[in-house]
């Protein structure tokens, strides 16, 4: 399937693609790979419903973001 809004165009496969190589990306670069390619694209809203790539990068963003905390946590010397 494909989406014009307005002078765009995206295909639904494409970014089906991008979304099952970031769920399958198994290093940072990788991953940072997929996000690059995908910042290329145009994504409507239309498109984050039928992909569900949203979702994704919420997820992504909550590991990221845990991670950060877990590095954060003050040691504690006895």
């Given at each position: 399937?494909?989406?014009?809004?307005?002078?765009?165009?995206?295909?639904?496969?494409?970014?089906?693609?991008?979304?099952?190589?970031?769920?399958?990306?198994?290093?940072?670069?990788?991953?940072?790979?997929?996000?690059?390619?995908?910042?290329?694209?145009?994504?409507?809203?239309?498109?984050?419903?039928?992909?569900?790539?949203?979702?994704?990068?919420?997820?992504?963003?909550?590991?990221?973001?845990?991670?950060?905390k877990r590095e954060r946590k003050p040691i504690v010397?006895?």
């Amino acid at each position: 399937m494909t989406i014009h809004y307005g002078d765009k165009v995206v295909s639904e496969e494409h970014i089906q693609y991008l979304k099952e190589e970031l769920d399958d990306a198994k290093t940072v670069s990788n991953m940072i790979n997929v996000l690059e390619a995908l910042d290329q694209v145009f994504v409507s809203l239309e498109m984050l419903e039928k992909t569900r790539i949203g979702v994704t990068l919420t997820r992504l963003t909550r590991r990221a973001e845990s991670g950060e905390k877990r590095e954060r946590k003050p040691i504690v010397l006895l």
